[in-house]
């Protein structure tokens, strides 16, 4: 029999993640408190551990349910209106393995643009502007390393980011890479000159 996650006194009847967000819908373990169901969110970006925001509590059984289901519509909403607009690029779907240059993990990719693999991508977030970094640092940049942490910057949103090396599919060729991550791989590259320079 399946151990019942317990949240602050609800049980979590159903629960459901639509991209980095899990939303709960919980039944109170005692039925006789005011507010015996619950509603909640937890988000997650990258690699940091699921945040809930506070509680929502309810005395009506359909408006909780009401209040669960609206939740994942407007989550699923942000997911399309996310993927609209996505610029620089005529089609947002992944690369494929045949876009990339293959690597073993004998090769070096410090330095390199590399592509993740689709499937290591959260539902929802599966496209190209989450599929696409540079990498410079961390032990799984380097052959034949013990480490998986690779460390570099997003080239779609340009922040500084950690992937993990088993997800790498391989090697982006300049030719592949839509405009938005040239532009941004550029700037990245000159402000890693400039503070190469500011730290001489």
Same mark, same amino acid.
């Given at each position: 029999?399946?151990? @019942?996650?317990?949240?602050?006194?609800?049980?979590?009847?159903?629960?459901?993640?639509?991209?980095?967000?899990?939303?709960?819908?919980?039944?109170?373990?005692?039925? !006789?408190?005011?507010?015996?169901?619950?509603?909640?969110?937890?988000?997650?970006?990258?690699?940091?551990?699921?945040?809930?925001?506070?509680?929502?509590?309810?005395?009506?059984?359909?408006?909780?349910?009401?209040?669960?289901?609206?939740?994942?519509?407007?989550?699923? @909403?942000?997911?399309?209106?996310?993927?609209?607009?996505?610029?620089?690029?005529?089609?947002?779907?992944?690369?494929?393995?045949?876009?990339?240059?293959?690597?073993?993990?004998?090769?070096?990719?410090?330095?390199?643009?590399?592509?993740?693999?689709?499937?290591?991508?959260?539902?929802?977030?599966?496209?190209?502007?989450?599929?696409?970094?540079?990498?410079?640092?961390?032990?799984?940049?380097?052959?034949?390393?013990?480490?998986?942490?690779?460390?570099?910057?997003?080239?779609? !949103?340009?922040?500084?980011?950690?992937?993990?090396?088993?997800?790498?599919?391989?090697?982006?060729?300049?030719?592949?890479?839509?405009?938005?991550?040239?532009? !941004?791989?550029?700037?990245?590259?000159?402000?890693?000159? @400039?503070?190469?320079?500011?730290?001489?």
């Amino acid at each position: 029999m399946d151990e @019942k996650e317990v949240l602050h006194g609800y049980v979590i009847d159903s629960h459901i993640w639509v991209g980095h967000k899990r939303i709960c819908f919980g039944i109170a373990e005692d039925q !006789t408190i005011e507010f015996p169901y619950m509603m909640c969110v937890y988000e997650s970006e990258g690699y940091m551990y699921p945040v809930c925001d506070k509680l929502h509590c309810y005395d009506n059984f359909p408006e909780a349910v009401h209040a669960y289901a609206n939740k994942i519509s407007e989550s699923a @909403k942000e997911l399309e209106d996310r993927r609209a607009a996505i610029v620089g690029v005529d089609d947002p779907s992944c690369l494929k393995a045949e876009d990339v240059v293959d690597i073993s993990w004998e090769d070096s990719i410090k330095g390199k643009v590399v592509a993740v693999k689709e499937r290591s991508l959260t539902h929802g977030y599966r496209d190209i502007a989450n599929q696409l970094y540079y990498v410079n640092s961390g032990f799984g940049v380097e052959p034949c390393s013990r480490g998986r942490a690779c460390y570099g910057w997003n080239l779609y !949103t340009g922040e500084k980011c950690r992937i993990e090396r088993p997800n790498v599919m391989g090697i982006v060729p300049h030719e592949k890479l839509p405009e938005f991550a040239k532009k !941004t791989l550029e700037k990245v590259k000159l402000e890693q000159k @400039k503070e190469s320079r500011d730290a001489r």
